[in-house]
């Protein structure tokens, strides 16, 4: 142990350091903002807890906090938590939310985050019922000192580890109220993913917390509860497909008529709160309020979903309710095995790369018939087809591009989407574009908005887009997209500009758009260009063919049904970082 102060006045910070690099804490100190001065205390694993009890009986600060290696700490950490403490003196534990950062310093995911104060032994009974770490660890707090000399010190281990650590902040916990700060001040850096060790660290924690509850400190303790696909569920062979708009109904259709033929008696519904053996969704998270289904499969709404929050969109839009989740290829495998380190992006029997269901579709013979009816029902003038497929029709989006590209040689497609009733503002909008162009041009010609995309996507040659998750579909039949980046968005407040981080499409302006298609139809944009876009399309989607198979073979195998091919097996997905737990 070694203490050393910074400032000439008496210390007004105690600060445990654990481990610490001492480059990373000479580097740490440098940068802190508005500090008061502050004496800190170097430990190593030489040392032991009560080393680190006598220091804080002997600590000269008004306020203890602690450095740990593998954390990142913002500038104003220090002075932020003091502060708070300074002006909530009813309040002896002061909690920063935690980021969790790669090694390019990239959030991956944030801690949970109350918004009101809890006593300590509250925060602690809530992290272990809701399986959330919401106090961080060592690094995410500050104590009162005066308060840390009153607490009873009960820690099961004398060596200075991990559960050792979780076991001093308990301690802290345990006693007094705990505050919560809005703003993360403290990032961890994410450590690769080692099943053992993480097993063994479950192992710990879960000894300790029991330890606790028969100390009569917690009224409960943490368990393990992911479920064992050797103890299948029990569950009538019913599914029950939710969805809320046409696009979800086509999205599950595919997996509904395998189903059927497999022998599951079949059932859509629009209400998400409706009971279920089976229950398949494929919406926003956020939308459904409870999963009511004994069994629960959770896909994607679509390709695009949450681009504006990659890579991680599961601490908004958590899976963590469901049983498995899917995505429908490599890149979407990449971004979940990023973010599992978040636990609300798993699933209870984990998270499957199974493909798209609509993918299925892509040979499909009855696509194609469909196709070729809607072609002879258009008498198409020209060879070459663009499909406009918008993500919202807003701003006169649709006479952009009739204005733009109507006098070129080339047919255009309009393929609005069937809004549900509370967005019939949206509906509006596409009733007034069709007023204002259908039959004033020989080449416009209106897809329903009831039909299935895949039929428009058959029919085209390109698509014309914002940030629509049509795009990757239209990577599946092989065919190119073009994203008008400054169309724009209204589902924000003020409207934004759409956001394309897809690599699978070409970008342009809203000036350039006749350009572009003109570009594309007539093919003097070069072919290794072209190739290299659908390509990366490509790696959207997995298993193109076996997809409803798959996913039914992953429902048997986990409800005990009939004998179910387990190949999808081999396609389950792995966290690439530990898990954020209530360990660490």
């Known amino acids: 142990m070694s203490k050393c102060y910074m400032g000439s006045e008496k210390p007004y910070i105690s600060m445990i350091c654990l481990d610490a690099d001492a480059g990373d804490?000479?580097?740490?100190?440098?940068?802190?903002?508005?500090?008061?001065?502050?004496?800190?205390?170097?430990?190593?694993?030489?040392?032991?807890?009560?080393?680190?009890?006598?220091?804080?009986?002997?600590?000269?600060?008004?306020?203890?906090?602690?450095?740990?290696?593998?954390?990142?700490?913002?500038?104003?950490r220090i002075h932020k938590m003091s502060e708070y403490l300074e002006k909530t003196p009813d309040v002896q534990v002061v909690i920063s939310p935690r980021n969790f950062i790669d090694a390019d310093g990239n959030v991956i995911c944030t801690s949970d985050k109350l918004h009101s104060k809890y006593l300590g032994l509250a925060v602690l009974e809530y992290s272990i019922r809701e399986n959330s770490n919401v106090y961080g660890d060592l690094s995410a707090i500050m104590v009162s000192a005066e308060y840390?000399?009153?607490?009873?010190?009960?820690?099961?281990?004398?060596?200075?580890?991990?559960?050792?650590r979780i076991a001093f902040l308990y301690q802290f916990l345990l006693y007094g109220n705990a505050g919560f700060l809005d703003v993360p001040l403290v990032s961890v850096r994410l450590r690769e993913c080692n099943d053992q060790a993480a097993c063994e660290k479950a192992a710990e924690f879960e000894n300790y917390t029991r330890y606790l509850?028969?100390?009569?400190?917690?009224?409960?303790?943490?368990?393990?509860?992911?479920?064992?696909?050797?103890?299948?569920?029990?569950?009538?062979?019913?599914?029950?497909?939710?969805?809320?708009?046409?696009?979800?109904?086509?999205?599950?259709?595919?997996?509904?008529?395998?189903?059927?033929?497999?022998?599951?008696?079949?059932?859509?519904?629009?209400?998400?709160?409706?009971?279920?053996?089976?229950?398949?969704?494929?919406?926003?998270?956020?939308?459904?309020?409870?999963?009511?289904?004994?069994?629960?499969?959770?896909?994607?709404?679509?390709?695009?979903?949450?681009?504006n929050r990659w890579p991680n969109i599961w601490y908004g839009e958590p899976w963590n309710r469901f049983d498995i989740g899917i995505v429908p290829g490599k890149t979407w495998a990449d971004r979940w095995s990023q973010c599992a380190c978040d636990i609300y992006a798993n699933p209870r029997c984990g998270t499957f790369a199974l493909g798209y269901p609509k993918s299925d579709l892509t040979e499909s013979l009855e696509t194609k018939e469909r196709a070729r009816l809607l072609s002879g029902k258009f008498h198409l003038k020209y060879d070459f087809s663009v499909l406009y497929a918008p993500s919202w029709e807003n701003n006169e989006k649709e006479d952009d591009f009739i204005r733009a590209c109507a006098s070129l040689k080339v047919n255009l497609l309009i393929k609005q989407c069937k809004w549900p009733a509370a967005f019939d503002h949206i509906n509006k909008n596409n009733d007034e574009m069709r007023a204002l162009h259908e039959g004033r041009f020989d080449n416009v010609y209106y897809i329903e908005p009831e039909e299935s995309i895949m039929t428009a996507l058959e029919l085209c040659d390109m698509v014309v887009s914002d940030e629509s998750s049509v795009m990757a579909e239209a990577a599946m039949f092989g065919k190119p997209s073009l994203a008008v980046t400054d169309w724009l968005i209204p589902d924000t407040v003020p409207i934004r500009y759409a956001c394309c981080p897809m690599e699978y499409v070409l970008?342009?302006?809203?000036?350039?758009?006749?350009?572009?298609?003109?570009?594309?139809?007539?093919?003097?944009?070069?072919?290794?260009?072209?190739?290299?876009?659908?390509?990366?399309?490509?790696?959207?989607?997995?298993?193109?063919?076996?997809?409803?198979?798959?996913?039914?073979?992953?429902?048997?195998?986990?409800?005990?049904?009939?004998?179910?091919?387990?190949?999808?097996?081999?396609?389950?997905?792995?966290?690439?970082y530990e898990k954020c737990a209530l360990w660490n």
Request: net charge negative.
């Open 213 to 307: 509850y028969e100390q009569k400190l917690l009224e409960s303790y943490w368990k393990r509860t992911s479920r064992d696909g050797h103890k299948p569920v029990p569950v009538k062979k019913e599914i029950t497909l939710f969805y809320t708009d046409k696009g979800e109904y086509y999205n599950l259709k595919p997996i509904a008529d395998k189903a059927a033929l497999r022998g599951y008696t079949v059932a859509f519904t629009d209400n998400l709160t409706e009971e279920a053996e089976i229950g398949i969704y494929c919406q926003h998270t956020a939308m459904i309020e409870s999963v009511n289904a004994k069994f629960s499969l959770i896909l994607l709404h679509d390709m695009a979903q949450g681009h």
């Open 148 to 164: 840390a000399k009153r607490i009873p010190w009960d820690i099961p281990e004398d060596k200075i580890d991990s559960i050792s």
């Open 507 to 576: 970008k342009c302006r809203k000036v350039e758009l006749r350009e572009y298609v003109e570009m594309l139809s007539s093919h003097t944009i070069s072919k290794a260009q072209i190739d290299d876009i659908i390509q990366k399309g490509q790696h959207e989607f997995a298993n193109k063919g076996s997809c409803c198979d798959d996913i039914l073979d992953a429902i048997a195998y986990y409800t005990g049904g009939e004998a179910a091919g387990t190949g999808f097996l081999s396609k389950k997905v792995e966290s690439r």
């Open 25 to 76: 804490l000479e580097e740490y100190l440098s940068t802190q903002e508005n500090v008061a001065p502050i004496e800190y205390v170097q430990f190593t694993s030489e040392d032991s807890y009560q080393d680190i009890i006598k220091y804080i009986y002997d600590a000269q600060g008004r306020y203890i906090c602690f450095f740990e290696a593998g954390h990142v700490y913002a500038p104003d």
